[in-house]
């Protein structure tokens, strides 16, 4: 079912580019044609003075600027529908019928009062004639007129039915990221009370270590509650209170390496990007085996991307997917970068070289601005 026609508001907006535009347009078209008539009248193919050519062709052309934005703001407001054709159409003849006599009267109106001014008299002619004549041409104008506003008015509504789409997508999409980054909390904060419960009970210096360490990484979840990218030093530091949490309930079973190249730690990442994959390595790869082992982390720039990478010495798995997924409890982080950076992240799942398991995040290369004095 086609959709309705409405008012358009276009007219409201574009009111004095229309009347620019019409009387820019109509000024070239009438100068134009003027120089070909004076041509003529100096050849001797018209007697005429000089001066006159340009009369005819300029009041005709003004006439039809004074017109133009009205005719062009009609369109706009009484397009084509199914429903209603017929009626539009005899509104449209009406508009024509008075588009032509309006311009006929407006030019031959314009044309004797110059006239007069020069001390000479203009005749128009017989209007029997000359009324079907200029009929004829204003016809031809008014429906080419027509034709432009009622493409431009189309033109002008899909486009900003496609602004409209694309800002609606990128609001759902905003919206997507505060849910999945507003997951991150409560899942980390259960599972560090659940971390802290286990061993509260067998040592109370570190179940209280553990709850200050939890604070400071509250503390900075909350700096940053609206914030999806943070520096990469921020993120670290987040990250190491995480590990000195963990450390405190393992102990030597839990052994840790970050290596992070100098250049990249004023680059932009998630918040909170590394913390999943790095307890993910944890719970997966290292706490559920009675020697624990080994986890690293890197960053580092590659081919003009940031590269995240957290590998584990773990038992791993035969056949990793390759690509980040949710059957190895990080969907919500693949999600996460999708909605971020769309197909320029490459989130990567895959056997290391200890046989264990290796995510590899590469995202692009942008850094955070300078912070401010």
């Keep these: 079912m086609p959709e309705p026609h409405t008012p358009s508001a276009a007219p409201a907006r574009h009111s004095v580019t229309l009347w620019l535009v019409s009387f820019g347009y109509w000024t070239v078209e009438g100068l134009l044609n003027s120089g070909s008539e004076i041509i003529d009248v100096v050849t001797g193919d018209i007697d005429a003075t000089l001066w006159e050519p340009a009369v005819w062709e300029l009041t005709s052309s003004y006439a039809f600027a004074l017109l133009t934005p009205f005719l062009v703001v009609f369109a706009w407001r009484h397009g084509f529908a199914r429903a209603t054709w017929r009626w539009t159409l005899a509104c449209y003849l009406m508009a024509m019928t008075g588009f032509v006599l309006l311009h006929v009267a407006g030019m031959v109106g314009m044309r004797k009062g110059i006239y007069a001014l020069a001390g000479a008299r203009y005749v128009f002619g017989d209007l029997g004639l000359e009324l079907p004549y200029e009929a004829l041409k204003d016809v031809a104008t008014f429906w080419i007129l027509v034709g432009l506003a009622v493409g431009f008015d189309y033109y002008r509504r899909y486009r900003d039915r496609d602004v409209r789409a ?3 997508e990128s609001q759902l999409t905003a919206a997507r990221l505060r849910y999945l980054r507003h997951q991150l909390h409560p899942h980390f904060l259960f599972n560090t009370l659940n971390t802290i419960s286990a061993v509260m009970h067998e040592d109370v210096r570190a179940a209280d270590t553990m709850l200050s360490r939890l604070s400071d990484l509250l503390r900075l979840a909350t700096r940053h509650a609206e914030d999806q990218e943070v520096r990469l030093q921020e993120e670290l530091d987040a990250l190491d209170v995480y590990l000195e949490i963990m450390r ?15 250049d990249t730690r004023d680059a932009l990442v998630p918040f909170l990007v590394l913390q999943p994959l790095v307890e993910n390595a944890v719970k997966h790869g290292i706490a559920a085996r009675p020697e624990g082992g080994w986890l690293g982390v890197r960053a580092y720039r590659r081919n003009g991307m940031l590269r995240l ?42 056997r290391s070289a200890r046989g264990g398991l290796r995510v590899t995040i590469d995202i692009p290369w942008r850094l955070a601005a300078p912070e401010g004095p």
């Design 166 to 168: 694309a800002q609606l």
């Design 248 to 262: 405190v309930r393992m102990g030597d079973r839990l052994r840790s390496a970050v290596d992070v190249a100098p």
């Design 309 to 350: 990478e957290v590998e584990d010495d773990g038992p791993g798995v035969a056949n990793p997917p390759g690509a980040l997924s949710a059957g190895f409890g990080l969907g919500g982080t693949a999600e996460r970068l999708q909605h971020l950076y769309g197909t320029a992240a490459r989130p990567v799942l895959e």
